[in-house]
């Protein structure tokens, strides 16, 4: 199993943070756990093609997270050469986003459906909506979901990839809570949203103080990965974005280890992890 943090990016535009994307590459499959800004430039960096993924996973629908759904949607479809479904597995409220995504598109489909004579059906996209259990499982790989809590954003839900004796957690933001740790329990790699409390609160702009309401904290985080027992804790989307190889990138891993004896990874994009 091969996880690629594709985008480790926040709301906030990064010359060197795509927005949060993360493959993992396993039993022949392609899977994609969320789709922010600039996914499909990183997936072309691995690379796999817009028609290459199995199936796209969403976290929460916070727009972050789906900037690039719709270019994921338009590229599959019109790189295809026969009718796919793209297969997409979201929190309960991904059908009407999809749908809404599929209606804004409306145009640009009709444009391209009337000018290339051998494209003659519209994208296709398959919605499963999930709220707990398995969402997906096939070859021996087995993707389950957990509620958790990024409350008032709701219902939202993290992922377990379970293959050959092997599991990685991928969870979107969320405070720490029973559904997250049932996804980590014993987990060889954690990939989670962090903010950093304090470089938040050194600078008083109410919009950024709320952010310390719904995401995990360093220490938060580091808790989570201690309790559950997991091998490597990997940092993604930090808020704010410490720049690469700084002195404060360090002392996020430093805060992090403070909690948690196994290994902490902040990630960069592109970056792989072989279990
Ligand atoms: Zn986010
Ligand atoms: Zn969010």
Redesign the pocket.
Known sequence: MQVITLGTGCPLPDPDRAGPATLVQAAGFNLLFDCGRGVLMRAAAVPVGPGGFTAVFLT?L?S??ITDLNDIITMQWAMSFVPTALKVIGPVGTAAVVDRTLDMLRDDVGYRVAHHADLTWEPIVEVTEVRDGVAFEQNGLRVLAEPTD?RP?EPTVGYRVECAGRAVAIS??TKPCAGLDRLCAGADLYLQTVVRRASIEAMPVPRLLDILD?HSTVEETADTAARNGVGTLIITHPVPAPPSGSELAAQWVTEASTGFDGTVVLADDLQRFDL
């Open positions: 929460h916070h972050d997270h990024h954003v979107g933001d719904y």
